[in-house]
């Protein structure tokens, strides 16, 4: 799962077994809070920067088992501390998400797709790495497909969020791409949904559902509730992705979320799971 935007996606929920559910959390806390110290508030870029660079000393120290000095981050990274020596989690993806965090202060576009997908492999995938780690599931395959599901929602996010992201000067849609099918900034700052911009999210929304349906059948390997758990996630994305072309791609005046009555769909649709490549 994405760092950003969980509201679509289930997290520690009861389909996890309940052994996991603590270190899932304690995972999550930490990805929250240090995408919050890069997004969030008013505060300038180099008190970020210097904040996050906090984090990155107390994630080393957290992992020896040394006490985290700063009374606000100790709490949060004593119990990430218990959760990674507990389970020999690796601490590269930690890194990777305070990189991508800190990428995030001052980079608001993108080149081309290779560019944003470097981010992706930083700002999502490592989740995704995590929770196979605690699964002790993390054979290269299923990190393979682990990375497509996980950049997949993450370019959902993105092509959800166009508007919001807007708002804090950010494009995240490939500017190689919006050259191509002729879109340009003003027309995003206006929210023109023409038929430019329709077969520009058109192209990004069909290759985001590529990656997730090459993704899909890892949630078929992992077993029991885990695979339960990310059917739903996976399931969930394609879902975002149906209520963005069902708008006809006008995220500007109708950003998608999940109802109750998605979720209902949603777990009648992993009861075929295998059927949706």
């Known amino acids: 799962?994405?760092?950003?935007?969980?509201?679509?996606?289930?997290v520690a929920s009861l389909l996890l077994p309940a052994?996991?559910?603590?270190?899932?959390e304690a995972i999550y806390a930490f990805a929250r809070s240090a995408d919050d110290v890069a997004d969030e508030g008013d505060a300038p870029a180099v008190a970020r920067l210097a904040r996050l660079h906090d984090y990155r000393?107390?994630?080393?120290?957290?992992?020896?088992?040394?006490?985290?000095?700063?009374e606000i981050l100790a709490p949060m990274f004593a119990r990430l501390g218990d959760t990674i020596r507990a389970h020999r989690?690796?601490?590269?993806p930690f890194r990777n998400l305070l990189d991508a965090f800190a990428q995030d202060v001052g980079k608001t576009r993108y080149r081309d797709f290779a560019e944003l997908q470097d981010y992706c492999r930083r700002s999502a995938d490592p989740v995704g790495r995590l929770l196979l780690c605690l699964y002790d599931a993390a054979t290269p395959d299923n990190l393979r497909r682990s990375d497509a599901i996980?950049?997949?929602?993450?370019?959902i996010n993105f092509w959800q969020d166009v508007a919001v992201d807007w708002q804090k000067e950010r494009i995240?849609?490939?500017?190689?791409?919006?050259?191509?099918?002729g879109v340009t900034e003003d027309d995003i700052a206006a929210g023109r949904s023409n038929d430019a911009w329709r077969a520009l999210m058109d192209f990004e929304v069909q290759r985001a559902r590529r990656m997730m349906l090459d993704g899909a059948p890892l949630a078929c390997a992992l077993p029991g509730r885990i695979g339960w758990e990310l059917r739903l996630i996976v399931l969930?994305?394609?879902r975002i992705l149906e209520c963005?072309?069902?708008?006809?791609?006008?995220?500007?005046?109708?950003?998608?979320?999940?109802?109750?009555?998605?979720?209902?769909?949603?777990?009648?649709?992993?009861?075929?799971?295998?059927?949706?490549?």
Not at 19 to 24: I, K
Not at 172 to 181: E, G, S, V
Not at 254 to 273: C, E, I, Q, S, T
């Open 1 to 10: 799962m994405p760092v950003n935007h969980y509201e679509n996606f289930p």
């Open 19 to 24: 052994r996991l559910r603590e270190p899932v």
């Open 89 to 92: 989690l690796p601490l590269q």
């Open 150 to 155: 996980c950049t997949s929602l993450q370019l």
């Open 172 to 181: 995240y849609l490939p500017l190689d791409d919006m050259a191509r099918f």
């Open 244 to 277: 963005i072309e069902a708008t006809a791609y006008d995220v500007f005046r109708h950003r998608p979320v999940l109802a109750k009555g998605d979720w209902l769909r949603l777990a009648w649709r992993a009861l075929n799971y295998r059927n949706i490549a």
């Open 57 to 70: 000393l107390a994630l080393e120290a957290c992992a020896r088992g040394v006490a985290v000095r700063d």
């Open 236 to 238: 969930g994305g394609l």
